[in-house]
T-cell receptor
Framework: DAKTTQPPSMDCAEGRAANLPCNHS???????VYWYRQIHSQGPQYIIH???NNETNEMASLIITEDRKSSTLILPHATLRDTAVYYC????????????FGQGTRLTINP | DTAVSQTPKYLVTQMGNDKSIKCEQN?????MYWYKQDSKKFLKIMFS???????INETVPNRFSPKSPDKAHLNLHINSLELGDSAVYFC????????????FGPGTRLTVL
C-alpha cells in the first residue's frame, strides 16, 4: 500500500470549512483513497473514499487531483463534534484488505 | 442497534494471566478484524478472518490466538499477558466486495499490571 503524508495537526473555526490535505505521490492506478476518523476514545469511523473523481456524501467531500498524487478531505461546515484524528489511507479495493493507519491529522474545531 | 460490539470495555489484569476479548457483529459481514492501538496511538492490524478462516496474521506473538466460532463472532484470546500488551484493542468487520468499508467496535482497553 502506498504511503501517505498528512500534517500532524490543524485547527478550524466552528461553522467554517475544514480542508484536510493528504499527499500520496506513489499511489498506483488501482489504489483508492480512503478517509477514516477517530473521535477520542472511539473506534475509527469510515468517512469517504474515491479513485479519481471527486466524491461527496453526507459527511464530507473528497477532492483528488488529476495526477492522483494528493487529495483533500473537506468538511463543509465543521462542528465541535468533528474534532478527531483524520486518517488518509491508500489501498487497493476488493478482498479483505487491512487498513494501514499512519499518524493522521489531529483536527481541532474551535468555538 | 449496535453494529460491532466488544466485551469487556475495560480489562485490568496481572502479568502472566490469560484473558479473552469478545467481538460480535450484527451486520451480516463476512470478514472480521482485530486491530491494536498502543499508547502512542498507532493503530495496527493484528488478524483478519473471512468466513471463519484466518487470512491475515500480522507477525503477532503466538500468545495471541483469535477464534471465530461463526461469521458473526471473532474472539481474541491472550495467554501469559505481558506489560507490553496494554493497549486498546478494536474489532472491525466488513462485507466482501470491492470497497469493503470497515466498521469498528468501541474498543477494549486492556491494562496489564
Amino acid at each position: 500500500d502506498a504511503k501517505t503524508t498528512q500534517p500532524p495537526s490543524m485547527d478550524c473555526a466552528e461553522g467554517r470549512a475544514a480542508n484536510l490535505p493528504c499527499n500520496h505521490s506513489t499511489i498506483s492506478g488501482n489504489e483508492y483513497v480512503y478517509w477514516y476518523r477517530q473521535i477520542h476514545s472511539q473506534g475509527p469511523q469510515y468517512i469517504i473514499h474515491g479513485l479519481k473523481n471527486n466524491e461527496t456524501n453526507e459527511m464530507a467531500s473528497l477532492i483528488i487531483t488529476e495526477d492522483r498524487k494528493s487529495s483533500t478531505l473537506i468538511l463543509p461546515h465543521a462542528t465541535l463534534r468533528d474534532t478527531a484524528v483524520y486518517y488518509c489511507i491508500v489501498r487497493v479495493a476488493g478482498g479483505a484488505q487491512k487498513l494501514v493507519f499512519g499518524q493522521g491529522t489531529r483536527l481541532t474545531i474551535n468555538p | 442497534d449496535t453494529a460491532v460490539s466488544q466485551t469487556p470495555k475495560y480489562l485490568v489484569t496481572q502479568m502472566g494471566n490469560d484473558k479473552s476479548i469478545k467481538c460480535e457483529q450484527n451486520l451480516g459481514h463476512d470478514t472480521m478484524y482485530w486491530y491494536k492501538q498502543d499508547s502512542k496511538k498507532f493503530l495496527k492490524i493484528m488478524f483478519s478472518y473471512n468466513n471463519k478462516e484466518l487470512i491475515i496474521n500480522e507477525t503477532v506473538p503466538n500468545r495471541f490466538s483469535p477464534k471465530s466460532p461463526d461469521k458473526a463472532h471473532l474472539n481474541l484470546h491472550i495467554n501469559s499477558l505481558e506489560l507490553g500488551d496494554s493497549a486498546v484493542y478494536f474489532c472491525a468487520s466488513s462485507r466482501d466486495g470491492l470497497y469493503n468499508e470497515q466498521f469498528f467496535g468501541p474498543g477494549t482497553r486492556l491494562t496489564v499490571l
